[in-house]
């Protein structure tokens, strides 16, 4: 499966730098309460931060939304998902724990105050080109409801945009059943590529060690904006 940006994208931010982890032998499941009870806390920490500091001004959510306005769309009626998430612990709205893969994944964004997206690979065709949505771009979401991704940032296989900073579609959603997963990072422009790759190991350290199985990094930029990775068993 070969993963590749739009050289398109880079010439409005020659700086995009996407963050991918591909796992495989996975087992999905009910979140260990090691990881409930640290999620928890986290967001009880992160109420108190941001009654001193607006969402909006935190350094990570205020550089998606100028990468957001960047590719033409609306920061303010589309907001990216990490800047969701916290906007919803704002309001000390915590998240519900719901398996291993969204609760890892919801935590990372958090810590990293980036978005992220997990998908399961079996439910992708072919290859992943992530691009800018068009007009009639778009998908049913798992927010229930049908999304409209132009001017945002996608991810798109032989069938169509399943994955986007914005949302996700419900064809490639993970489940207790996926053994093999795809997460995207939609990383900081500004960190440098060392940094990145760190962030990755981490983060793809962190999920093996809670859902078992292998993992592999890889970071698309402009010096390196195409991969392949084997879809293995």
Known sequence: MKLSINDSLFNI??????????????????????????????QENLFFELQEKPVTERPGIAEWRKVWKSF?????????SAESLMR???????????????DLNNFFSLQYEIPIGVYDVNQIQGDVVLTLGEEETGYEGLNGRF?????????????????SPFVDSKR??????????????????????????????????MFSQVSGGDYETALLS????????????
């Not at 996975?26 to 640290?38: A, C, F, N, W, Y």
């Not at 402009?222 to 068993?233: F, L």
């Open 88 to 102: 919803r612990i704002a309001k000390q709205n915590y998240l519900d724990p719901f398996h291993t893969a969204v």
């Open 222 to 233: 402009v010096n390196n904006p195409m991969i392949s990775v084997q879809r293995g068993e």
């Open 72 to 80: 033409g769309a609306d920061p303010n009626r589309y907001r990216h």
């Open 13 to 42: 931010n020659s700086q995009l730098k996407i963050g991918m982890i591909h796992y495989t032998k996975i087992v999905v499941s009910e979140s260990p309460q090691m990881l409930k009870g640290r999620t928890r806390l986290y």
């Open 172 to 205: 490639t959603a993970v489940t207790e059943l996926t053994t093999k997963a795809l997460q995207i990072f939609y990383l900081h422009p500004s960190l440098d590529e060392d940094e990145c790759q760190k962030l990755l190991v981490s983060a793809g350290k």
């Open 147 to 163: 999304n409209s991704l132009k001017n945002i940032l996608c991810s798109v296989d032989d069938l169509g945009p399943f994955g």
